[in-house]
């Protein structure tokens, strides 16, 4: 019988399942309040949504098995960050919430072998 082996595709996915969830229980044993998890739209995804007291926050979740190439938060190109911003804009939009008046921010949490880093307000 043949053995069905994982694609890469599926392997990286599992990565990222696994490093959001563990900057997910670290944000929350730091006081946040878990709001949603993968909030996809057409412009792209959101890995994490975090409320900390009133201000929502928007959580790049990034990994690499080490620094050769640089580290992980480094992958957080200008690029992504458009996305990422027009993503929460949407889905701020698609929940009712006033962006002029609805305090917010963009987070990384970067993790680079063993070495983790929670970046607040990182653009």
Known sequence: MLQHQPTQQTKNKNIGKHYELIACQFLIQQGLVFVAQNSQC???EIDLIMRDKQCFVFVEVRYRKNANFGEAETTVTPSKQAKIRQAAQLWMISNNLNIEET???????AVTG????????AF
């Open 42 to 44: 057409r412009l792209g």
């Open 103 to 109: 305090e917010f921010r963009f987070d990384v949490f």
């Open 114 to 121: 063993k070495n983790q880093k929670w970046i607040i307000n």
